[in-house]
């Protein structure tokens, strides 16, 4: 649908090419979250097949993932971000991060959702804030999953 998009930081590299992704080292980390251990790979491989992702390399081994829902024009919500733990806390979020909010297709995107249960402040640094009104926010969660 869109060009592929490459960024590169020394020997990190992070790439929008759907071809690229070790399925199974995103199925790894997937399994080790807290939002998405109990998906199935079915499930994860549809998500994945519909949205716009990132993989984050060091060298040619994939170490990160990062997916966003979006219509490319209004709005985009960011899910499944994950880095291995050996490759947490350098800076890698925070460039991942910045990679994606400078998407050509997603930088003109006004209003960004995600949903954390414990990375508030990390996400602060980029603008995030809880819901203005919450009582306009609305969910529904179903008992089933289709496989």
């Not at 992070?14 to 998405?36: F, G, P, R």
């Not at 998407?103 to 809880?130: C, M, V």
């Amino acid at each position: 649908m869109y060009p592929v998009i490459n960024y590169e930081k020394g020997e990190f590299s992070i790439t929008t090419d759907l071809k690229s992704i070790d399925m199974e080292k995103v199925y790894e980390l997937l399994s080790e979250s807290y939002w998405a251990n109990n998906r199935s790979q079915n499930i994860i491989n549809k998500s994945i097949e519909n949205s716009l992702c990132f993989s984050l390399f060091h060298k040619s081994k994939q170490i990160g993932f990062f997916r966003v829902i979006t219509d490319y024009a209004t709005y985009a919500y960011l899910c499944d971000i994950i880095i291995d733990r050996d490759f947490r806390h350098k800076g890698l979020g925070k460039w991942s991060l910045e990679c994606i909010f400078n998407h050509p297709e997603l930088k003109n995107i006004k209003r960004w959702s995600l949903i954390t249960k414990d990375a508030h402040e990390f996400y602060r640094q980029f603008g995030f804030t809880e819901l203005n009104n919450p009582e306009r926010y609305m969910e529904l969660i179903k008992d089933t999953q289709i496989d």
